[in-house]
């Protein structure tokens, strides 16, 4: 999926609500949108600063064929895959 895409759809997610957090150990220091350490509204606004050098992804390495989509953009980390109709957050964290 091309970063205007990819952008367009988290950003749409969070408006909507349509996010999920992955399962994952450390939630607690790793996703500070499911503890409420930034709102989807702050999130939304690091994502509108984000261009294609802020954008990478990969394969997820369980899930053959499911794209993950890092954002890296204001000294944050956001880590997240689509599987439809929900966006699934793995990681949004302060970079370290």
């Not at 999920?20 to 702050?42: C, F, V, W, Y």
């Not at 993950?68 to 793995?90: A, E, M, Q």
């Amino acid at each position: 999926m091309a970063f205007k895409g990819v952008t367009y759809r988290v950003i749409k997610a969070l408006k909507e609500g349509t996010y999920q957090h992955a399962a994952r150990g450390s939630i607690e220091d790793k996703n500070a949108l499911m503890t409420g350490d930034i709102s989807p509204e702050d999130l939304i606004k690091i994502i509108d600063r984000c261009n294609g050098t802020h954008h990478e992804s990969s394969e997820h390495h369980e899930f053959k064929g499911v794209e993950v989509h890092i954002l890296k953009r204001d000294g944050w980390y956001i880590k997240f895959y689509f599987v439809d109709p929900d966006t699934v957050f793995i990681s949004v964290h302060p970079s370290r």
